[in-house]
């Protein structure tokens, strides 16, 4: 039966119809994949020489015990982001003579088959086989790799399972990350000492190797919560909710703005109305806190910004890189009734605009709140911004018309990942890479701030050339729409 | 003339789905469109509505080529699929949203939909739920009626009849008859031969792309669709 599934989902693939855009995809993601599995490759093979040259003074045994679980914190953080879910659907299956154990060992099954889980194979059992079995022996080796192996299954189910949920519940993902960030921030306190922890860990399982299944035993048990999950909710989840009574809304704000007010109120109500589009709105605020991360006392100091554009861009314009990835396609269940009403396709394209906007307004406006760290942040926000609205939102709209690929959001929030993950970052790279492409010059020459105003007036310019943008784009459109519209009717 | 077909193709690899080197539909003409499954029904609709490009040939509304300009737009109401109903709004906000972008107020939209109240039956309007959230026969009751709120010169219809119940069935005839008494010009596809006999003035049937009969109705039309199909 597995082997029927891959063989379904291998034509799906290849039978798709954005085929060359995710071949694409999949490649670049592959070479992506090969040089981290390289350099885990290399950490794992000199892992002793490595510890042993950053902690002179330290047993590489007693480091490497420290660093497993860290390891595996980080690694979780790592997987929220990038980890995508296989997508299988399902429903054609349902009513089949095949067991649902089958379909929910599959789908489970197929998750294991990821980057995330052969990482750290690499990078630490080399370790244990070398290592561990000539200092503690072959069963305390044992241990490890079962620890190992245990942890990595672990993970990958706590995450499939949080990404399940979240689709239908962002907060828990929101949660399970302020988790593991206060674990983080706690340990960088020294109010808890994580490595302690792990060290403490491994060397029970040193002495006594049979604990690792400990570890096993909490891996076997996030499969079965994952296990009962799916079982429970191959159902059509709407089958059990009570719908609450909807009501029509209004936007007056946008109503000012003609047809143009009204294609963007509609867009609106698109994105406040599905589960799949509303998860994409708060991952964008989730990332506005991403600054922190970027933002340091020494590169602020510096004047360093090449290093911190990066953050910037993501920032205020996440909702053009996270919506707009999909434009159009968002749409793809009512195109045809849209192109064949009397909607005027240059408003249609000048909504787009409006929403994108307004959206980094919103949000660059908070970002300003980053001010309190350094005047030169909001400098900084705002000539980025500039960029977003005047140049980014055109990328964005351009490589929307080549995006024919239908986006199913009349399907439950459960069974739908399409593009959820890492590969669906992959076309902001031009937005992030021009900006920095206009400062570079002036950063190298040590004039950073000239670089930002060069930035901000890129910004103005196209934004005063708008106009243009959008007679280009609706030309565009205007060519392009028969293939989007079939494409969407699949 | 209305609606004008010139050499109209499309063809996707070497197969031709609809070949039509000539139809015309005049003002006030019903016509209607039968053929069994993959016909060309759908495909010939897509072209007309300018949602699909023909490889060859050209559709003119009032004369002018539908590719090339809006106007048509304008005064053509059309309803293929769940495509053209917009599922996440409530019904009040997608004929609202119609009525907008037609320059329609709130009060002839709500004029124009109590021409619907039968149709309707209390299943659509003021029941607090998205369109997604209605059966199949009743989202098409909103799609058609989307259709003609803008009271269009020009009505296009794929299978209107289809999930329909029997009642709404003989209402939707009612209000096809209303709009011809009205001049509007219609093309409505039916896989139901006794429907289209009843309300079309002409009966056009496609084959494998191909107009291979053009008639008008009269009390035999019904036997010969009949003994057509059977054969």
């Known amino acids: 039966m597995f082997k029927i599934f891959l063989d379904h989902q291998w034509k799906e693939f290849w039978r798709g119809r954005n085929k060359a855009g995710s071949l694409a995809a999949k490649i670049f993601m592959m070479i992506i994949y090969i040089y981290f599995l390289l350099i885990a490759l290399g950490v794992g093979f000199f892992m002793k020489g490595f510890l042993k040259e950053i902690f002179p003074a330290a047993q590489p045994v007693a480091i490497f015990n420290g660093l497993v679980l860290y390891y595996f914190l980080v690694d979780f953080l790592l997987r929220v982001q990038l980890q995508e879910l296989p997508t299988m659907s399902v429903q054609p299956y349902l009513t089949l003579n095949i067991r649902k154990k089958t379909i929910i060992n599959f789908l489970n099954g197929k998750t294991l088959l990821n980057f995330f889980n052969l990482m750290p194979l690499i990078i630490f059992l080399p370790f244990c086989f070398t290592e561990i079995a000539s200092v503690h022996g072959t069963p305390a080796m044992l241990g490890y790799i079962v620890s190992i192996l245990s942890l990595t299954v672990f993970n990958n189910f706590l995450l499939v399972y949080v990404k399940r949920k979240a689709t239908g519940n962002i907060m828990l993902i929101a949660i399970g990350v302020l988790v593991v960030l206060i674990l983080g921030a706690l340990d960088y306190f020294g109010v808890i000492s994580i490595s302690d922890f792990s060290n403490l860990a491994f060397r029970s399982i040193t002495k006594q190797p049979a604990l690792a299944l400990i570890f096993t035993a909490a891996a076997a048990v996030i499969y079965s919560i994952n296990y009962k999950y799916l079982y429970n909710n191959l159902y059509t989840e709407e089958m059990v909710k009570k719908e609450a009574e909807k009501t029509a809304t209004d936007y007056p704000f946008l109503n000012r703005f003609g047809e143009v007010g009204q294609l963007a109120a509609l867009e609106l109500k698109l994105i406040l109305r599905h589960k799949r589009s509303k998860s994409a709105i708060m991952m964008s605020f989730a990332f506005v806190l991403y600054g922190f991360f970027f933002y340091r006392a020494e590169l602020l100091n510096n004047n360093q910004f090449s290093l911190m554009l990066f953050a910037a861009i993501f920032m205020t314009g996440i909702f053009q890189i996270a919506y707009g990835q999909y434009m159009f396609a ?6 045809d009734g849209l192109m064949a009403n009397k909607i005027n396709f240059k408003n249609f394209i000048k909504a787009k605009f409006l929403l994108f906007t307004i959206a980094a307004t919103l949000v660059t406006m908070l970002t300003f709140l980053y001010g ?16 977003n609205i005047g140049f980014g939102a055109v990328i964005v709209l351009f490589f929307a018309n080549y995006n024919k690929k239908r986006l199913d959001l009349s399907k439950g929030g459960a069974f ?3 593009g959820v993950g890492a590969t669906q970052w992959i076309m902001s790279i031009p937005l992030i890479v021009i900006p920095f492409l206009i400062y570079m010059p002036f950063g190298m020459a040590n004039e950073p701030f000239w670089g930002l105003t060069a930035i ?6 196209t934004l005063s050339l708008r106009e243009m943008w959008v007679n ?16 969407f009717r699949e | 003339m209305l609606l004008e077909v010139q050499n109209l193709k499309k063809t996707y690899g070497n197969r031709t789905v609809v070949d039509i080197p000539s139809l015309q539909i005049n003002q006030g003409e019903t016509v209607g469109l039968v053929g069994n499954n993959g016909a060309g029904k759908t495909t010939l609709f897509r072209m007309i509505l300018d949602l699909i490009r023909p490889t060859e040939g050209r559709v003119l509304s009032n004369g002018e080529d539908v590719s090339k300009s809006d106007q048509w737009k304008s005064y053509t109401g059309s309803f293929i699929d769940e495509a053209f109903v917009i599922e996440y709004l409530t019904p009040e906000e997608y004929f609202d949203f119609i009525g907008q972008i037609n320059h329609l107020s709130r009060a002839t939209i709500q004029e124009r939909l109590n021409k619907f109240k039968d149709v309707f039956h209390d299943e659509i309007l003021n029941r607090g739920k998205y369109i997604r959230d209605l059966s199949k026969g009743n989202k098409n009751k909103v799609g058609i009626a989307g259709a003609m709120l803008i009271n269009p010169q020009l009505l296009i219809l794929d299978e209107p009849f289809a999930n329909l119940d029997p009642s709404t069935q003989i209402r ?20 139901d031969l006794n429907h289209v006999t009843e309300v079309c003035d002409r009966i056009v049937i496609l084959e494998k792309g191909l107009v291979v009969k053009d008639l008008a109705t009269n009390q035999d039309t019904l036997k010969e669709l009949e003994s057509y199909f059977s054969a």
Do not use: C, P
Request: charged share 15%; aromatic share 18%.
């Open chain 1, 472 to 487: 280009l784009l609706t030309k565009l459109f205007a060519k392009q729409r028969y293939k989007i519209a079939e494409g």
């Open chain 1, 372 to 387: 309190f760290m350094s005047w030169k942040l909001i400098v900084l926000h705002f000539v980025v911004f500039l960029y």
């Open chain 2, 172 to 191: 939707l005839k009612n209000l096809i008859r209303e709009s011809r008494a009205q001049d509007v010009t219609m093309f409505i596809s039916s896989h």
């Open chain 1, 330 to 335: 968002w749409q793809s269940a009512h195109f």
């Open chain 1, 456 to 461: 901000g007036l890129f910004g103005l310019v």
């Open chain 1, 416 to 418: 739908n990942w399409q």
